[in-house]
């Protein structure tokens, strides 16, 4: 056997496990963005109706991207909420 054979094959298991351990370390970063997002959403509670308005969101918009669940991304559900809200009313 070759040296390139032998080296090949060790290469071969080390970049498989390193692809292994950089999709973990990305659904981990995933995970905790997702948490401190929740975090947001949660500060978003405090305000009242007008202010939510003013950023183009509603009440309900909080409760259904926090109802996602734990690992769900809040984020994604508010800024296309209020994407369509902003759709609806340059329309009209």
């Known amino acids: 056997m070759s040296v390139f054979g032998r080296h090949s094959s060790t290469l071969?298991?080390?970049?498989?496990a390193s692809e292994g351990w950089?999709?973990?370390?990305?659904?981990?970063?995933?995970?905790?963005?997702?948490r401190?997002?929740?975090?947001?959403?949660?500060?978003?509670?405090?305000f009242d109706d007008?202010?939510?308005a003013d950023i183009g969101l509603r009440r309900d918009d909080l409760r259904a991207a926090l109802a996602m669940g734990p690992l769900?991304?809040?984020s994604?559900?508010?800024?296309?909420?209020?994407?369509?809200?902003?759709?609806?009313?340059?329309?009209?």
């Not at 071969?12 to 498989?16: A, D, E, I, N, T």
């Not at 401190?36 to 405090?46: D, I, K, M, Q, Y």
């Open 36 to 46: 401190r997002n929740r975090r947001s959403v949660r500060r978003l509670e405090t």
């Open 76 to 92: 994604d559900h508010l800024v296309e909420a209020a994407r369509r809200r902003r759709v609806r009313i340059r329309r009209a």
């Open 12 to 16: 071969s298991v080390f970049l498989r």
């Open 22 to 34: 950089r999709s973990l370390r990305s659904d981990v970063a995933s995970i905790l963005r997702a």
């Open 50 to 52: 007008h202010e939510l």
């Open 72 to 74: 769900g991304d809040p």
